[in-house]
């Protein structure tokens, strides 16, 4: 028996109990503030630094936390159940199907069919729910800038490029190399 998902009759009628109705069909489905949003499967660049980063927070992951990858649903409301691609959650958080509690580390991985969603919606909704730091890298640069929550919104902490290094302290202190994660 094949289940088909039905949209509600109107767009803010989304909540994360409908996400169960959906196909599994290889599409990434997030919610912000009801708004359902689909993406394509995600490309091999972007797994390949999704890899390398999980390892790079693995090494340096203190007891109290753990580094998961997407796909894991983080939702912090009713109205909203995003994926990032890379989080790290204290260990006192870790629900029996999803995360609801504030991330201290969000990781996104910017894609061709992602960046707009990354950058702006994505931003702004971490922000408003007090995921302590946010990483934006990018494949292409490649590159990464680093976010800090300060006074409920963000702060930019750091930036790398190419082959410089950055080392962050939050949510603990690791030291990454663009360049690096791009491994192909």
Known sequence: MTVMAVMPREAYDWTVDDLEDLPDDGLQYELVDGILLVSPAPIPIHQAVVGELFVLLRQ????????????????????TSLQPDVLVVAREDIGAQNITRPLPLAVEVLSP????????????????????????????????????????????????????SITLDNPFPVTVVPAELVDL
Request: aromatic residues 12%; hydrophobic residues 35%; glycine residues 6%.
């Open 60 to 79: 340096s992951c203190p007891k109290h936390l753990k580094v998961f990858v997407a796909p894991l649903d983080w939702q912090p409301d009713r109205f």
């Open 113 to 164: 069919s992602t960046r707009r969603k990354d950058r702006v919606l994505k931003f702004s909704k971490y922000a408003d729910s007090g995921v302590r730091s946010y990483w934006v890298v990018d494949p292409d640069g490649p590159s990464l800038i680093a976010y800090d929550l300060v006074d409920g919104s963000y702060v930019m902490t750091g930036r790398a490029d190419g082959t410089e």
